[in-house]
């Protein structure tokens, strides 16, 4: 479940990017393309915490599994 989860938030990222991309080039307005960059550099940041793993070498995402029993 939680990697549909991560799966689902790096695809809001990439919308966003575009959309960004999108509005900047329609309306030439700056800050609010420039808040949905940072919005999806926020989102990716959280799946790359979840993600990477720790000095020991096992994933956060993996010690929450483990946690829960899934595996």
């Known amino acids: 479940m939680m990697e549909t989860v991560l799966s689902i938030v790096m695809l809001a990222a990439l ?3 575009a959309g960004a991309v999108v509005l ?4 030439g307005e700056v800050r609010n393309p420039a808040l949905m960059v940072l919005l999806a550099a926020v989102a990716v940041v959280n799946v790359l915490i979840w993600t990477l793993p720790t000095r020991t070498g096992e994933a956060p995402i993996d010690q929450v599994k483990a946690a829960a029993g899934e595996g």
């Open 15 to 17: 919308a966003l990017v």
């Open 24 to 27: 900047w080039r329609r309306t």
